[in-house]
């Protein structure tokens, strides 16, 4: 009898330390999977970006013959453009706040205002590209020194577009979805977080490859 | 009581947000710039990465809200994605010698 309760008991410990977070149970990071997912899939495409950045870093400090392309009207522009894509990460934020708080229209105008920031941006830029092309950039020549000028700057600012297209339709998905109930508040932070990436890429692109081209008087 | 609580807790929170935002609008400010006072490639480089890197930490601690987030998640994220960029600045230092090499 005693024995009975005692081995109760320690299978009631044993249960207990199944739940600690260390031991595989319960959620070790207090995160929901879709969170943690996002985080992982942020980390190893921040690892991508990375790796662009340093290699054309590597080249823009190597050559003595680099393009400085951009005048006082591309820079003004760019950082518009910063300014914009920063504003949309305030906007973003706004739409977490109100989706935890089951504010349904709020949520989803802070978001759709989001995605129009995004929209915004890439005007700008393609805007920038279009002009560059019309120079006579392309990814292998330009008219003024290192030809991979090109190559680098489309590339690392194709990507970025690319990842702000993206937000832009998976924002646009997420709003209509959480008006509908489809999407949780859950679904609206995890965007967030892509969101905010995209954002946080931005802060080394628009140092590192504008301004460090810039001719400026 | 609780939802008043709620309130200030709410506000606080939009005050911070509004705090980070304009920091970021400054430093942004700050490497513009910078980028007409033509410095030196290297020097400009080392203090633009600098600004950025604040810039990026300030993203990821409050918009990104890792700041608030367990310990754990923290450790498990970021040191293995510092470790891996790091190591990708092993070969950089070469960048400087073919400049300097270089026939001009």
Known sequence: MADETMSAHGLHAQAGAMESAWEGGGSPYAVGSKKLGMWLFIVSDAITFSALLVAYSYVRVASSLWPRPFESASIINATVMTGVLLSSSLTMVMAVRESKRDAVSKTVVWLLATAAGGILFDILHIREWLGLIHEGVRLFANPWGTPLFGAAFFSLTGLHMTHVTIGVVYLIVVALGFRRSKYSAEDVEVSGLYWHFVDLVWMFIFPLVYLMSAKLA | ?104
């Open chain 2, 1 to 104: 009581m609780s939802e008043s609580a709620e309130q200030a807790h709410q506000e606080a929170s939009r005050k911070l947000f509004m705090v980070v935002w304009v920091s970021l609008l400054v430093l942004t400010g700050v490497e513009v710039f910078l980028a007409y006072e033509n410095l030196e490639v290297k020097l400009m480089l080392i203090i633009l990465m600098t600004l950025s890197i604040v810039k990026a930490s300030l993203i990821i601690s409050y918009f990104m809200h890792l700041r608030f987030e367990r310990t754990s998640l923290v450790l498990t994220l970021m040191p293995a994605l510092v470790f891996v960029i790091v190591m990708m600045f092993m070969a950089f230092p070469d960048s400087v010698r073919l400049y300097e090499m270089k026939p001009k």
